[in-house]
């Protein structure tokens, strides 16, 4: 099981070279919601984890 903070820093990390609107798109998710959860002010839904924690290490998404 992947940790929120696990994933937090791998997206601070990312965001760093690719537009969080960019990530926000390829997964299916309101910009505002990656904005949200990098500060901390969020955690997301166990899908929206996965799927992001799968995007960030360059897996395919399940769609």
Known sequence: MVSQ?????KLI???EREKQTYI???IGVPKQLISDFK??????WESTLIA???YLDGNPLNT
Not at 5 to 9: A, D, F, G, K, M
Not at 39 to 44: A, D, E, H, I, Y
Request: hydrophobic residues 30%; without cysteine; charged residues 45%.
């Open 13 to 15: 990390q990312r965001a």
């Open 39 to 44: 500060l901390g002010k969020k955690r997301l």
């Open 52 to 54: 992001l924690n799968d």
């Open 5 to 9: 903070e696990e994933v937090r820093q």
């Open 24 to 26: 926000a798109k390829q």
